[in-house]
């Protein structure tokens, strides 16, 4: 079993859709989590830190249960521009940083 | 600040043939790392470096070697290049008192090994 896992998609929808990934890691002892945003032939880069009470900046909304051992991602009124590979990453202490394998969002005019 | 910068951004290597990747940061990170990542398989970690002259293995380490004997600099060393070294390489860094722990990646190399 992976230790991120995430449905790798792709998911195509239309202008204005609201969108949600999922993903869940198996160490229960993991520490931070983050949103990572790749666009093609680029580097990742970080689209939001993940926090134990959920949170939001603008159009996009992370949520985190550890319970459950769960992270997700809303994104609603979806743009073209958010076309990309979400990856969901967990750090497991110290430097020790897992990721996702991602998953492929189209957004269609 | 230039940030995180990689070259070569493309290289086609022979199989057998050695090359170092070169990676530079200017933000004074402590952390350094290495990854490849290959389609489906996410980002896998090579090689890290926690300072200067301090290195460790990630992984997937086997056919690469790393050194770090300033702040600024992290190469990447193929020893033998194989074809299933054939990936995207990016060199990342992290700063232990950034806010999250955020890495930030270089553009990436993109290797095809023959």
């Known amino acids: 079993r992976k230790e991120v896992e995430q449905d790798p998609g792709p998911f195509n929808v239309p202008e204005g859709a609201t969108v949600a990934f999922n993903c869940t890691y198996s160490n229960s002892a993991s520490q931070s989590f983050f949103w990572y945003r790749q666009d093609c032939r680029k580097e990742p880069k970080l689209l939001m830190s993940?926090?134990?009470s959920g949170n939001e900046d603008g159009r996009f909304t992370a949520q985190l249960n550890r319970a459950s051992q769960y992270i997700s991602l809303l994104i609603r009124d979806s743009k073209l521009s958010d076309s990309a590979t979400y990856l969901c990453?967990?750090?497991?202490?110290?430097?020790?940083?897992?990721f996702g394998a991602g998953t492929r969002l189209f957004v269609k005019a | 600040n230039a940030g995180v910068t990689q070259t070569p951004k493309f290289q086609v290597l022979k199989t057998g043939q050695s090359m170092t990747l070169q990676c530079a940061q200017d933000?004074?990170?402590?952390?350094m790392s290495w990854y490849r990542q290959d389609p489906g398989m996410g980002l896998r970690l090579i090689h890290y470096s926690v300072g200067a002259g301090i290195t460790d293995q990630g992984e997937v380490p086997n056919g690469y070697n790393v050194s770090r004997s300033t702040t600024e600099d992290f190469p990447l060393r193929l020893l033998s290049a194989a074809p299933s070294q054939t990936s995207v390489y990016f060199c990342a860094s992290m700063s232990p008192a950034g806010a999250n722990n955020e890495q930030f990646f270089g553009p990436g190399t993109r290797l095809t090994v023959l």
């Open positions: 993940v926090y134990s």
């Open positions: 933000m004074n990170h402590e952390y």
């Open positions: 990453v967990v750090n497991t202490g110290g430097f020790k940083t897992i």
